[in-house]
């Protein structure tokens, strides 16, 4: 079974980085498409941004500036590393496994079928 | 960048009622719709892909129909754990943009 947790600081300061780490079990992340994914308290969901298979990467356009998602696969982990960070930034953050349709001649990101339970990420001073 | 607009917001049923919620993209999507149900305090959980295809476990009261831009997600017989939030989500391109959700409470 394929297994999402995710970690980091649950309170960050005005200004500072947030960083996360998602470390994945029963599955390789040498595989499909990784993403993180978050849900300010009371709203809805916003895709961030993934990894791929390749190490390639896509982000949100307005997000863009301000986000990295990287990947160490020796400890099958992804992470995300978001800066000047605001009070808008606190959500709960997921990160979640994309899983991949190859039927059309390359492979492309298809849906989320196994998620983290989620860390709330405050940013507050 | 695809907005998703669902309809309703908030939608009110008892137990055994037949609900659907409607998903509207900004553009064409073909098939890349995924439906997701997200329980208080839980994450989201996938129902529905690719439009109409149930992902393994979940029950056949569920289905889904639709293609291009225009998508509905139907509840056969609403069931007590069927009281949640629901999300589309398109996957055609990036950014995979979600819908606004439509929260199913009990009457």
């Known amino acids: 079974q394929v297994q999402l947790r995710e970690s980091g600081p649950g309170l960050v300061k005005p200004s500072e980085t947030l960083s996360l780490t998602c470390t994945v079990s029963?599955?390789?992340?040498?595989?499909?498409?990784w993403a993180w994914i978050r849900q300010p308290p009371g709203k809805g969901l916003e895709w961030i941004g993934d990894?791929?298979?390749?190490?390639?990467?896509n982000y949100k356009s307005s997000l863009k500036s301000r986000v990295t998602i990287s990947a160490d696969k020796s400890k099958n982990q992804f992470s995300l590393s978001l800066r000047s960070v605001t009070a808008a930034d606190t959500a709960v953050y997921y990160c979640?496994?994309?899983?991949?349709?190859?039927?059309?001649?390359?492979?492309?990101?298809?849906?989320?079928?196994?998620w983290g339970q989620g860390t709330l990420v405050t940013v507050s001073s | 960048d695809i907005q998703m607009t669902q309809s309703p917001s908030s939608l009110s049923a008892s137990v055994g009622d037949r609900v659907t919620i409607t998903c509207r993209a900004s553009?064409?999507?073909?098939?890349?719709l995924n439906w997701y149900q997200q329980r208080p305090g839980e994450a989201p959980s996938l129902l529905m892909f690719?439009?109409?295809t149930l992902f393994r476990g979940v029950p056949s009261r569920f289905s889904g129909a639709g293609s291009g831009t225009d998508f509905t997600l139907t509840i056969g017989s609403l069931q007590p754990e069927d009281f949640a939030t629901y999300f589309c989500?398109?996957?055609?391109?990036?950014?995979?943009?979600f819908g606004q959700g439509t929260e199913l409470v009990i009457k």
């Open positions: 979640a496994r994309n899983k991949w349709d190859c039927s059309g001649g390359g492979c492309r990101p298809y849906f989320f079928d196994f």
């Open positions: 029963g599955d390789s992340i040498s595989y499909y498409y």
């Open positions: 990894i791929s298979y390749s190490g390639s990467t």
């Open positions: 553009q064409n999507i073909t098939k890349y």
């Open positions: 690719a439009a109409s």
């Open positions: 989500q398109q996957s055609y391109i990036t950014p995979h943009s």
